[in-house]
RNA sequence: UCCGGGGUCGUUCAAUGGUAGGACAGCGGGUUUUGGUCCCGCAUAUAGGGGUUCGAGCCCUCUCCCCGGAACCA
């Protein structure tokens, strides 16, 4: 076990669920059992946010040796489609959690109205065939109380009938709803008469058109949950008023065991993203992003092309903790996450994404030899690999500068410099096109200094990569900024479109050690001093900066400014 | 307006009546063949008032501020 928060195998921190679970537990109130769901509505991708409630739900149930099953919460036909499934069950098998099982909210469809008939003949629930409009006027408002429907009061074996007919589609939608039998009067606004049922003449993407009766979440929620035995049912703080509804609604169900918990935690929001589904979506449909699977997206699935390793979400996830304070993580916590593990785990490539010819005029003329560098400093296992170097190499032209800034220890004319693992090399000048802009770096290097260092003990400021003019390949790399420029999006207008960042993608083409050939699809690797790149999935030569090195360079220059 | 949930360094999470601590960000230094990593150090917080207590971030009380709640959405 390490103790580095990075560690997969660190503990997760303790927080107010987990406490009490734990006293569940010792007070024996569920028998010792723990379970849990993890519940989407199968209508959008799965994203950053979902990646802290899949931590949740299925890390609590793993922290206890309990279940938690993977249910979609597909009450809602118009909205939802298999596509969204198959991609969650991915998803969430890619951050590394193994569903007990996969089951829907519409495997109990019958169960749900077998209860809500009982809840009909209990008294507890009624027919009502009001207008929505009506019904919602008739709640009242906050502080305000609400009139009861004139149908409340129906007797039983009307509204049996008319449900059942309700069932049979005999009616149009919106004509009849099934309400509970709550409090008209409750300061709590979800406890006056919910629906429970309402009719949709819709083809469901699993119960096909068996039903044109469909559970509401408040209806089917708790009773899923109860149905398949959860113990702790966790969810997101906006669903904190429905809680004394779900205890109602199951207070008034014929449970087959115990009656399962709602607890609320805070969902994760990070700082420059927007995570609504709604707006993703806008986001796509207007073609700021590519699809889904844009890297510049906070999707699971954009995050992953784009590099970041599921363990390093995980981390993060497991690192921020649980509480109920609406709260907004900077996203470069994340970042460094992201850094951390990558710094253990990708190999070491060179690259240049702006290059600048650097020709070596001391060099013998044709001649070309092998370089061995490391494939990571910080791993030795990962071994070694040969470079070719010949005398006219590409530099990343931020690494040569005709007039140097303030503590600029880079390429200048009279300036030396070491090339990674290869040679010194001083710079004696440079060549410009009609326009002044530079062509050529001119360098002589020192036979003495090869693998890198000197033997007389001099020393350089700087180290820079390199790769041999001869021996490139080409490379597409796509420079990902931010999607928003505002830490929160939208702030300013209300509109997070307004708050776009002009360029968030930038694509350049580089060049490359012969190595990066070999990369393997959705391999991440360190290009040395530049930053993580993942290997597109599809395209050979395509690679997403999946994050920058941290950049001490740029934090002199802005505070030189 | 009513109900509910919150308010601790810049950000976020701890501290469950007994020294307010960590991480990220920031600043300074050291190491370094990546201006990366690593190491060391510095600075910054209990929303406000009253009370209980030997002792309060924590308990009581009043005030202020933020978030959520009146879909036949989830």
Redesign the pocket.
């Not at 709640?139 to 305000?144: A, E, L």
């Not at 939608?173 to 709803?177: L, N, T, W, Y």
């Not at 469909?214 to 408040?218: A, H, I, R, S, V």
């Not at 400021?461 to 990569?465: F, N, P, Q």
């Given at each position: 076990m390490s103790d580095t928060?990075n560690s997969p195998d660190t503990p997760a921190?303790?927080?107010?669920v987990r406490?009490s679970v734990r006293a569940d537990n010792e007070q024996g109130t569920f028998g010792g059992r723990v379970q849990t769901r993890f519940?989407?509505?199968p209508?959008g991708y799965l994203h950053i946010g979902h990646a802290k409630a899949i931590c949740v739900d299925f890390g609590i149930a793993e922290d206890f040796s309990g279940v938690c099953k993977l249910r979609f919460?597909?009450?809602?036909p118009?909205?939802e489609e298999t596509e969204y499934v198959d991609a969650i069950i991915d998803d969430v098998r890619w951050l590394g959690f193994e569903p007990g099982d996969v089951v829907y909210?519409s495997d109990y469809f019958e169960t749900l109205y077998t209860w809500a008939e009982h809840l009909i003949t209990t008294g507890f629930a009624y027919v009502?065939?009001?207008?929505?409009d009506t019904?919602?006027a008739q709640?009242?408002?906050?502080?305000?109380p609400?009139v009861e429907s004139p149908h409340r009061d129906r007797p039983t074996a009307e509204n049996l009938d008319l449900f059942r007919r309700m069932r049979a589609g005999e009616f149009a939608?919106?004509?009849?709803?099934l309400r509970a039998k709550a409090d008209m009067q409750h300061?709590?606004?979800?406890l006056?008469d919910?629906?429970m049922y309402?009719?949709?003449h819709e083809h469901h993407h699993r119960t096909g058109d068996d039903w044109v009766l469909?559970?509401?979440?408040?209806w089917?929620?708790g009773q899923s949950d109860a149905i398949e035995g959860v113990t702790h049912s966790i969810c997101t703080?906006?669903?904190?008023?429905?809680?004394a509804l779900y205890d109602w609604y199951l207070e008034h169900s014929p449970l087959p065991g115990d009656q399962p918990r709602q607890t609320?935690f805070?969902r994760l929001e990070l700082?420059y993203t927007v995570t609504s589904k709604r707006k993703l979506l806008q986001l796509i449909n207007d073609g700021v992003v590519d699809g889904w699977d844009d890297p510049r997206l906070p999707t699971l699935r954009a995050l992953r092309r784009r590099g970041y390793p599921a363990t390093a979400i995980r981390a993060f996830c497991d690192?921020?903790?649980?509480?109920?304070?609406?709260?907004?993580?900077?996203i470069?916590?994340l970042?460094?996450f992201v850094?951390?593990e990558l710094?253990r785990t990708a190999l070491?490539r060179m690259a240049v994404l702006r290059p600048v010819k650097l020709v070596i005029t001391n060099w013998p003329t044709g001649h070309s030899e092998s370089i061995t560098l490391q494939n990571?400093?910080?791993n030795a296992d990962d071994g070694s690999r040969e470079v070719e170097f010949t005398g006219e190499v590409w530099i990343e032209s931020d690494d040569f500068k005709a007039e140097a800034p303030p503590?600029?220890?880079?390429l200048t004319p009279g300036a030396e410099v070491?090339l990674?693992?290869?040679y010194y090399v001083k710079c004696t000048g440079y060549n410009t096109d009609a326009d002044g802009n530079v062509t050529e770096v001119l360098a002589t290097y020192d036979p003495e200094?090869?693998?890198?260092?000197a033997p007389d003990g001099r020393?350089v400021?700087?180290?820079?990569?390199w790769v041999s003019t001869a021996h490139a390949i080409d490379i597409t790399a796509a420079l990902y900024e931010r999607l928003f420029a505002a830490e929160v999006p939208g702030e300013r207008t209300g509109d997070p479109f307004d708050d776009l960042h002009p360029n968030s993608r930038e694509i350049v083409q580089g060049k490359a050690e012969a190595a990066l050939a070999e990369a393997a699809p959705g391999q991440v690797v360190?290009f040395?001093?530049?930053g993580y790149f993942a290997h597109d999935h599809d395209q050979p030569a395509l690679f997403h900066r999946t994050v920058g090195?941290?950049?001490?360079?740029?934090?002199?220059q802005?505070?030189g400014k």
């Open positions: 928060p921190a303790a927080n107010f406490d519940p989407p509505e209508n919460d597909d009450t809602n118009v909205t909210a009502d065939d009001q207008d929505g019904i919602s709640r009242g408002g906050y502080g305000k609400g939608d919106g004509s009849h709803v300061d709590n606004m979800q006056r919910p629906i309402r009719i949709r469909y559970p509401t979440y408040d089917a929620h703080l906006e669903f904190d008023s429905h809680r609320e805070a700082s690192f921020i903790g649980v509480a109920k304070t609406n709260s907004r993580h900077q470069e916590m970042e460094w850094r951390n710094n070491r990571n400093p910080e503590k600029y220890f880079r070491r990674r693992g290869a200094t090869r693998g890198g260092s020393k400021k700087a180290t820079i990569h360190q040395e001093r530049l090195l941290k950049d001490e360079w740029a934090n002199v802005k505070r």
